[in-house]
C-alpha cells in the first residue's frame, strides 16, 4: 500500500495508528508464519534426513564396511590352517553375507542404485564358498601328503639303521625325491621328478633284493599308487591355482561391491546434498522474509513511535497552552490548528474553548470596570443617590447622599424605612416643594415616586436646596439622585442679572443712539444759530442755555452708551498706578476733607489696554459713589496687584486688579444684585442720575474686563475691577492731540446720511468750513452723483444708513471704481459694535457722531492726507 | 601366543600311558600280529608326530615287525576322522588311537568301531564312548600358564585368550586360566573368543 504524505498526515490520528499497527501486526504475524514455516521446513527436512537419509547413510556405510569386510575374509580363508577354522570361517561369511543381504533388502532404494548388488553378493558367496571348499580340500590334501610324508619319513627312517656309512640309499632318494616333489611349486617339475621317480623305482625295483619288497611297495603306494603323491600334489597346485583365482575373483567382486555400495553412497549423498541445498534455499528464502519483514516491522514500529512521538509532542504543546491559558495566559498560539487528525480537532476545541476563555475573560473585565466604573460614578457623582426597594427600604446610598441631606455619618442601615429615614432629615427640609415652588404632599410623593419619576425640591436651613429626581425601578422601588442646587441657583440668578443687564443695555443703547441723533441734529443747529446771534444778546443768550442743556443731554447720552458698552473708546497700553497717582489731586478734590485717601499700589509697570481718559472717569465715579457712602468721613482706599493667570470673562489671563474700598455705610444685600442697573440709585430723586455704576460696569465690560461688588451693610463697599494685562510692556508715548486744521477749500463733498436733521446739520458744518456739498440720502443718490458727476473729491458717508446697502459698501464701491476719491465714515456706534456688526476692519478714519465743528474738519484733513500718502484706503 | 605348548616330554607321559593301557589289551599275543589305527589332528604339528611315532615304536617293539601302524590326520574334521574311522574298522584294525577333533562328534563311529572289536583309545582330548582315555590335567596346566602370566603382569593388567578348537583340553586349560585370572581383581579379562574362527 503506498500513501503519499500528503494524504497520510490527513489521516486521523487513531485510523494512523491502527493502520501502523496493523502493519506491524500482520508483519509479525507473517514474520511468525515464516518463521513457523522455516522451521517446519528445516524440522522436516532435519526428519526426512533422520528417517531416510541417516539411516542410508549409516546403512551405506555399514553395507560399505561390510562389504568390504567380506572381501577381506577371502585371504584369510586361504590361510586357514585347520579345517575347523575353515568352518568358522565359512559360517562368518555366510553369516556377513546373509547380514550384508538383509542390510541390502532394508535399503529400499537400494534395488535401483545398486542393482548389481545382490547377485554380486551371490557371487562372492559362491566364490567364497568354492574357495572354501578348495580350501579345505588343499588341506585335506596337505593333511594326505602329510600322511605320505610320514610315511616317508618312517621309511627313511627305517632304511638309516642301515645304511648311514654310504651317502644314500635308493629307498632314502627316492623318498627324499617324493618328499621334495610333496613341495614341488610347478606342474612341470612335478611330471619330471615323477618321470625320473617311476625310472628310478622301476630300476630300483629290478636291482633291490627280496627284503626291500616292502620299502618298493611303499614307495609304490606313495609315489604311483592310486592317488599317490604326484597326483595330490597336482591336485593341490591346481587347487592352489584355482584358489589363487578364486582370491582374485573375490578382490574383483569385492571391488565391484565397493563400486555398487560407492555408487549408492554418492546417490545419497547427492541426494543429500540435494537436500541440503533444497533446505538451505527455503532457509536462505525464510531468511530473506524474515530480514524483510523485520524491516518492515522495525519501519512499521519506527513509524508508530514518530507518529506517537509526533502526537505526545502535538498534545504536550497543546497541554502546555492550555495550563499557561489556566495560568491566565490568553496570548499563546493554539499549536497544530490546521492538522485535520484528533490532535487538530483537539486544538480547533481548544481553540474555541480559550477564545471563549478570553471572552469571558474579555467580558469579565470589561463587567469588572464597568462595575468599577459604576461604583467610581456611584461614589463620586457630586450628586447624592439612593435606591429604596418596592417596599420602600433602603437598598443603597452613596456617600454624597449623606452630605448632600446633611445626615450624620453612620445614622444609615440598610433595610431602614424611608419614614425613618425621612425623620432624619432637619425640620425645614422635610417639606417638599414642586419646581413651581408648590408645596407638595410628602407621603403622596413618596407614593408616587414608586410610579412615576418625580422632580421635587427640599430647602434646608442654611438656603440650601436640593433637587430630588427620582425614578421608578422596573421591578418595583425607585432610584433618586440629589443634587445640590444652591450653586446653580446662585449662577441662575446671575444669569438673570446678567440677561437683566443686556436687555437694560440694549434698551438704553437703542434709546441713547437715536436721542444722540436728535441732539446731533439740535447741538449742530444750535451751533449754527449761535454763530448768527453774535448781535442779539438776548437771543444767544437763550441759544447758549440751549446749547448747555444740549451739551448735558449729550453727556447723558454718552454715559448711557458706556452702560451699553457703546461708547466710543480709544484704548491705547496704559500703566495703572501712573494714572491712579497723577488724578490724586482731583480724588482729593471730589471727596472733600473729611475723607483719608490711601493708596496701596502693586500693579508695577504691568500695562492694560484701555481708554484711559474713561478710566480716570470710572474711578472718579467710584470715589464719588463712596464719598457719599461715607457723609461723616472715612478711609477711601485705592489699591491695585498683579494677578497671575486667573479666570477673567471664559478665559485665563494675567490681569490687574484694581480695588476701591470704602469705610462707608455699605449696600444692603437686596441692593447690592441690583447696584450696576441705570437709574438705579438709594439716593433721593434728583440727587444722582443713577448711571455712575452703570457706566462704570459697561466701561469695564467693553473693555473685556470685569467688576465685583463686595459689600456688608455698616462697614463699606469693596469695588474690584480686572483688567486684562497687555501683553507687550512697552507704553507708547500718547500722540499730541491735532488742534489745527485746514478748510474746505471749495471742494466738493459727496455727504450721504439717512437722517435728514443730521443730513441737515452735517451739510451746513461742511459749508461752514468752505466745502462744497452734495447731500443724498441714500447709496444709489450717491452712487448716481458719482456717475453723473466728475468734480467729487471725497466722500462722507454714514455707516447704518437704515438699508441693507450700508456706508462700508458704498466705501468699497468707491474704492473700486474711483480709487482717486477718498471716503470718510461716520457713525453713532462704537467702533466694536462696528467691527461685530459690519466686519469694518480700520478704526481710524471713522467719524464719531454727534461731531463738533473741529472734529469734522480734522477728519476730512486726515482722511485727504491718508489717501494722498497710502494712494487708497484699508478698510 | 599358545598359552599351552605340547612339549616332548608331555608326548612321551602320553605315551608311558598308552604303554599301561596297551599292557591292558588281552587280544594282543606275542605271536600275533598288532595294527593300529592312529588318527591325530594335526599332522603338521610335531606333537602329534611325536604320539604317532611313540605308538608305532611302541608296537614295533611288542610284535616287532607284525605290527602295523596306520597314521593319519584328520585335520580336526569331524567327517574325515569318522570315515577315518571307519576305515581303520573296515582294515580290521585291532586298535585306535584317537585324538578326537570332536569330544561327541565321533561317538557314532566310535561305537561302531568297538561294536565291530575294536579297542578305541582317546588320546590326549577326551572322545565320548571311547575304551579308555589319556590326557594331562588341562585344567591345571591353564591355571599354572596363567598364574604364572599374573604375576608377570604384577597382578595388573589387560589380558587376551587367543582361544583354539573345541576339544576338551584346550577347553579345561582356558577354564583353568580363568579361574586364576578370576581371582585377581587386578587383571582385566577383555576377550576368550579370539581364534575361535570368528574373523
Known amino acids: ?875 | 601366543m599358545k598359552i599351552t605348548k605340547r612339549g616332548m616330554r608331555g608326548a612321551r607321559r602320553v605315551l608311558a600311558a598308552l604303554l599301561l593301557a596297551g599292557a591292558a589289551i588281552p587280544s594282543v599275543a606275542a605271536e600275533k600280529t598288532l595294527s593300529i589305527g592312529i588318527s591325530v589332528s594335526d599332522l603338521g604339528n610335531p606333537y602329534f608326530i611325536q604320539i604317532a611315532r611313540g605308538a608305532e615304536m611302541q608296537a614295533k617293539q611288542l610284535v616287532g615287525d607284525n605290527a602295523e601302524v596306520v597314521v593319519v590326520s584328520s585335520a580336526y574334521d569331524v567327517k574325515r576322522q569318522i570315515e577315518q574311522i571307519e576305515s581303520f574298522v573296515a582294515q580290521g584294525m585291532d586298535m585306535i588311537l584317537l585324538s578326537a577333533a570332536s569330544y561327541d562328534g565321533v561317538e557314532t563311529a566310535v561305537l561302531k568301531a568297538r561294536q565291530a572289536g575294536v579297542k578305541v583309545l582317546a588320546v590326549d582330548v577326551k572322545a565320548k564312548g571311547a575304551d579308555a582315555t589319556i590326557t594331562t590335567d588341562n585344567v591345571q596346566a591353564g591355571m599354572i600358564a596363567c598364574d604364572y602370566l599374573v604375576k608377570q603382569l604384577g597382578g595388573r593388567g589387560n589380558v587376551v585368550i587367543i582361544n583354539g578348537p573345541k576339544v576338551s583340553s584346550v577347553k579345561d586349560r582356558v577354564a583353568g586360566c580363568k579361574a586364576v585370572l578370576a581371582q585377581s581383581p587386578g587383571i582385566q579379562l577383555l576377550s576368550s573368543e579370539i581364534g575361535r574362527a570368528h574373523v
Not at chain 1, 97 to 111: C, G, M, T, W
Not at chain 1, 418 to 444: N, P
Not at chain 1, 797 to 816: E, F, Q, R
Not at chain 1, 846 to 864: G, I, R, S
Open chain 1, 1 to 875: 500500500m503506498i500513501l503519499s504524505l500528503s494524504s497520510f498526515s490527513r489521516l486521523r490520528a487513531r485510523t494512523r495508528l491502527l493502520l501502523a499497527f496493523t502493519i506491524l501486526s500482520v508483519s509479525a504475524m507473517i514474520l511468525a508464519l515464516v518463521g513457523w514455516q522455516g522451521l517446519s521446513n528445516t524440522d522436516r527436512a532435519l526428519n526426512i534426513f533422520e528417517q531416510q537419509a541417516l539411516p542410508d547413510i549409516s546403512r551405506s556405510l555399514e553395507l560399505a564396511e561390510r562389504t568390504a569386510n567380506l572381501a577381506a575374509i577371502a585371504p584369510y580363508v586361504t590361510s586357514a590352517g585347520t579345517p575347523y577354522m575353515l568352518e568358522g570361517l565359512s559360517q562368518t561369511l555366510k553369516a556377513k553375507i546373509e547380514k550384508v543381504l538383509s542390510l541390502a533388502q532394508r535399503i529400499p532404494q537400494l534395488d535401483a542404485a545398486a542393482p548389481n548388488l545382490q547377485k554380486l553378493l551371490q557371487r562372492l558367496d559362491s566364490t567364497v564358498n568354492e574357495l572354501i571348499d578348495l580350501t579345505r580340500q588343499h588341506l585335506f590334501l596337505r593333511e594326505d601328503l602329510r600322511e605320505y610324508e610320514y610315511r616317508l619319513r618312517s621309511l627313511i627312517d627305517g632304511t638309516e639303521p642301515f645304511d648311514t656309512v654310504h651317502s644314500a640309499t635308493p629307498v632314502t632318494r627316492l623318498a627324499e625325491m617324493l618328499m621334495t616333489a610333496s613341495h614341488s611349486q610347478s606342474a612341470d617339475s612335478l611330471a619330471i621328478t615323477r618321470q625320473r621317480f617311476i625310472r628310478q623305482l622301476d630300476s630300483f625295483h629290478r636291482s633291490a633284493a627280496g627284503g626291500a619288497d616292502h620299502d618298493y611297495n611303499e614307495l609304490y603306494a606313495v609315489g604311483a599308487g592310486p592317488e599317490n603323491l604326484f597326483d595330490l600334489r597336482l591336485k593341490q597346485l591346481s587347487l592352489e591355482q584355482r584358489s589363487a583365482f578364486l582370491l582374485a575373483s573375490t578382490r574383483a567382486i569385492s571391488e565391484q561391491l565397493s563400486g555398487e555400495v560407492q555408487h549408492f553412497v554418492d546417490q545419497i549423498q547427492s541426494r543429500i546434498s540435494h537436500e541440503s541445498q533444497r533446505v538451505g534455499a527455503a532457509v536462505s528464502s525464510g531468511k530473506t522474509g524474515i530480514l524483510l519483514i523485520s524491516f518492515l516491522c522495525i519501519v512499521a514500529a519506527l513509524g508508530g513511535v514518530w507518529m506517537v512521538r509526533e502526537l505526545v509532542m502535538n498534545l504536550a504543546s497543546v497541554t502546555l497552552v492550555m495550563s499557561r491559558l489556566a495560568e491566565g495566559d490568553t496570548h499563546q498560539q493554539t499549536p497544530a490548528i490546521e492538522r485535520s487528525d484528533e490532535i487538530g480537532d483537539l486544538a480547533r476545541a481548544f481553540q474555541v474553548f480559550r477564545e471563549n476563555a478570553v471572552q469571558i475573560d474579555r467580558i469579565s473585565h470589561d463587567l469588572q470596570e464597568q462595575s468599577h466604573l459604576l461604583e467610581t460614578v456611584f461614589t463620586n457623582i457630586n450628586d447624592g443617590l439612593s435606591v429604596f426597594d418596592r417596599e420602600g427600604r433602603l437598598i443603597a446610598w452613596n456617600p454624597q447622599y449623606l452630605l448632600i441631606l446633611e445626615l450624620p455619618q453612620d445614622s444609615l442601615q440598610k433595610g431602614m424605612s424611608i419614614e425613618q429615614v425621612h425623620g432624619l432629615l432637619s425640620q425645614e427640609a422635610q417639606e417638599s416643594w414642586a419646581l413651581d415652588g408648590m408645596a407638595l404632599d410628602k407621603d403622596e410623593v413618596n407614593q408616587m415616586r414608586r410610579q412615576q419619576p418625580q422632580h421635587f425640591e427640599r430647602h434646608f436651613a442654611n438656603g440650601r436646596v436640593v433637587e430630588f429626581r427620582s425614578s421608578p425601578m422596573p421591578d418595583g422601588g425607585f432610584v433618586t439622585l440629589y443634587s445640590d442646587l444652591t450653586e446653580r441657583k446662585t449662577v441662575e440668578a446671575q444669569l438673570r442679572q446678567s440677561q437683566k443687564m443686556e436687555v437694560l443695555g440694549q434698551l438704553t443703547g437703542g434709546v441713547a443712539h437715536d436721542f444722540n441723533n436728535l441732539l446731533a441734529a439740535m447741538y449742530g443747529n444750535l451751533q449754527l444759530l449761535e454763530s448768527t446771534l453774535y448781535d442779539a444778546p438776548k437771543p444767544l443768550k437763550y441759544a447758549r442755555r440751549a446749547l448747555a442743556s444740549a451739551e448735558r443731554g449729550k453727556n447723558l447720552t454718552q454715559r448711557l452708551l458706556a452702560f451699553s458698552r457703546k461708547q466710543h473708546l480709544t484704548p491705547e497700553p496704559t500703566a495703572v498706578d501712573p494714572l491712579i497717582e497723577g488724578m490724586l489731586d482731583l480724588i482729593e478734590y471730589s471727596v472733600g476733607s473729611a475723607i483719608k485717601i490711601k493708596l496701596d499700589l502693586g500693579a508695577a509697570d504691568w500695562l492694560v489696554d484701555v481708554d484711559p481718559g474713561q478710566l480716570e472717569n470710572a474711578l472718579l465715579n467710584l470715589t464719588i459713589n463712596s464719598s457719599a457712602a461715607m457723609p461723616e468721613g472715612g478711609t477711601l482706599t485705592f489699591c491695585t496687584r498683579q494677578c497671575h493667570a486667573i479666570a477673567l470673562n471664559g478665559g485665563v489671563s494675567d490681569a490687574v486688579h484694581i480695588e476701591v474700598s470704602d469705610t462707608g455705610c455699605g449696600i444692603s444685600e437686596a441692593h447690592l444684585r441690583r447696584v450696576f442697573e441705570p437709574f438705579f440709585t438709594t439716593k433721593e430723586i434728583g440727587q444722582g442720575s443713577g448711571l455712575g455704576l452703570s457706566m462704570v460696569y459697561g466701561f469695564v465690560k467693553q473693555s473685556e474686563g470685569d467688576i465685583r461688588v463686595r459689600s456688608q451693610q455698616g462697614q463699606g463697599t469693596t469695588i474690584g475691577i480686572y483688567l486684562r494685562r497687555k501683553a507687550e510692556s512697552a507704553a507708547l508715548p500718547r500722540a499730541d492731540t491735532v488742534t489745527t486744521f485746514n478748510y474746505g477749500q471749495n471742494r466738493c463733498v459727496l455727504m450721504v446720511e439717512d437722517d435728514h436733521q443730521v443730513r441737515d446739520a452735517g451739510q451746513a458744518l461742511l459749508e461752514k468750513l468752505e466745502y462744497r456739498v452734495i447731500a443724498v440720502a441714500s447709496v444709489d443718490e450717491a452712487l448716481q452723483q458719482l456717475n453723473e458727476r466728475d468734480d467729487i473729491d471725497i466722500v462722507f458717508t454714514d455707516i447704518n444708513l437704515g438699508t441693507a446697502v450700508n456706508g462700508l459698501d458704498l466705501a468699497k464701491k468707491i474704492d473700486s471704481q474711483w480709487p482717486e476719491i477718498p471716503v470718510l465714515l461716520t457713525s453713532g456706534l462704537s467702533v466694536q459694535h462696528l467691527s461685530e456688526q459690519y466686519g469694518l476692519q480700520q478704526t481710524g478714519i471713522v467719524l464719531a457722531k454727534p461731531y463738533k465743528l473741529e472734529e469734522l474738519a480734522m477728519a476730512l484733513d486726515n482722511t485727504f492726507t491718508r489717501h494722498t500718502d497710502q494712494g487708497g484706503r484699508d478698510l
